[in-house]
């Protein structure tokens, strides 16, 4: 099944607001935590990430809360604006043995509407 | 900057043959990664690699190979190219240090299988 699950496709929020992102996973092993952006036809860069010893990690207008309980993680976007439209997706990472690899979520496609 | 490079970007390729997707990284990662892209699937792991010579299995590997002949390349091999394999693939590489960190992808190759 999928391990890290995103189930938003698509999120429209209004220029100026707070858009929220929200991410699931489902394996207690996941410590490292981050959020992707993607435009069309370009490759994934790095938005923000945090380690599961945190629960929130601020960088401008990007907040990411973590919630190890619940197995939930979000990141949260203050005062969108139009160039915030794109697809966000979500991962998690756990190591074993030394190799490390990172789980990516289905994605949600944020349009700020001005 | 790192600076992970693919080839070839697009590929069209008949049922049944043989593709070969090529990864070079210049930042001395350990890390190098295939993943693949699908509407609705967002990103899925094929073959991971943390060292030269040896691959590991993702979360997708069936009808694909991957090769590590050494710390800059990484390749991924459809023996027998199926229509389901039509999809974008990304390459990343990470220094994770033997932890999950920041991923630095590829620009992509988009392959159509006939």
């Known amino acids: 099944g999928q391990q890290v699950k995103q189930s938003s496709p698509s999120l429209t929020v209004q220029e100026g607001g707070i858009s929220i992102l929200n991410c699931d996973y489902e394996?207690?092993?996941?410590?490292?935590f981050a959020w992707y952006k993607k435009y069309p036809d370009n490759s994934p860069t790095l938005l923000i990430s945090?380690?599961?010893?945190?629960d929130k990690r601020e960088d401008g207008r990007l907040t990411v809360f973590l919630n190890k309980s619940g197995k939930h993680f979000s990141l949260h976007i203050t005062a969108s604006q139009p160039e915030d439209t794109a697809v966000y997706l979500c991962a998690a990472g756990e190591n074993q043995g030394g190799s490390a690899k990172l789980i990516f979520g289905e994605g949600t496609k944020l349009t700020v509407s001005s | 900057e790192a600076a992970v490079t693919q080839s070839p970007r697009s590929k069209v390729a008949v049922t049944g043959g043989k593709v070969t997707l090529s990864c070079h990284q210049t930042?001395?990662?350990?890390?190098m990664y295939w993943y693949r892209q699908d509407t609705g699937h967002g990103l899925r792991l094929i073959h991971y690699?943390?060292?030269?010579?040896?691959?590991e299995k993702g979360d997708i590997p069936d009808g694909y190979k991957a090769s590590r002949p050494s710390q800059e390349n990484f390749s991924l091999i459809l023996e027998l190219a199926s229509l389901s394999q039509t999809a974008v693939y990304f390459c990343?590489?990470?220094?994770?240090?033997?932890?999950?960190?920041?991923?630095?992808f590829g620009e992509g190759s988009k392959l159509t299988v006939l």
């Open positions: 690699s943390y060292v030269a010579d040896s691959t």
């Open positions: 394996n207690d092993m996941f410590d490292y």
């Open positions: 990343a590489s990470s220094d994770a240090g033997g932890r999950t960190g920041q991923l630095y």
């Open positions: 945090v380690r599961s010893n945190v």
């Open positions: 930042n001395n990662h350990d890390y």
